[in-house]
């Protein structure tokens, strides 16, 4: 699985992740690793495009969080690449940037799942500046060795909730005339 920042003007305009000119480069990396892009997930952190494509705002990003992580959850990845810095700080939980980190694998669980979570430099950015192109190129290269390995150990499933307790039956007791028993719910007093 793929998660980039959020769709471009391409992306939008399409509704798929990543078919602009960093798509574009995105799929030419894979294919040189021998990975058809049929064969991954793409997403993004945020699923609308930012207005004049700024970056995404902390609101924008938890209202799109919980999308993400339930992608993850049924996806199943046991690799993810996280492309740029919004994608690494959401899925690490951590304010490290991308220039620190690409290219170095770890283990992280995120939602009910643990993968190889893999930061690399958003292929905009190598767009930007092309010496970057071949910093991809090299951290793309390593790969399906990551694939190779087997899936990182899953934590253990959550004890599912039990059902509600039913409610203990309210004695009867008598009322005064025009009192309001404190135990009624509000929905039988008529007023909602």
Known sequence: MFVGEAPGF???????P???????????????????REDVY????????????RDPHPDEIEHCREYLFRQLELVQPRVV???????????????????????REEVRVIGPRAVRLYPLFHPAA?????????????????????????EPEQPPTPEPMPDAIPAEPVAERPVEPGAV??????EQLGLF
């Open 81 to 103: 690449c996280t492309l740029g810095n919004f994608a690494t700080k959401l899925l690490r939980g951590d304010p490290t940037g991308i220039t620190r980190l690409h290219g």
């Open 42 to 53: 793409i997403n993004n952190v945020l699923m609308c495009r930012p207005p004049g494509n």
């Open 10 to 16: 391409h992306e939008d305009k399409q509704g798929v």
């Open 126 to 150: 190598a767009l930007y500046t092309p010496a970057n192109v071949e910093v991809l190129r090299r951290d793309f290269e390593r790969l399906p060795v990551l694939l190779a390995l087997p």
């Open 18 to 36: 990543f078919v602009g000119a960093a798509g574009q480069l995105l799929t030419r990396l894979l294919g040189e690793i021998g990975i058809a």
């Open 181 to 186: 028993p404190a135990d009624v719910p509000v």
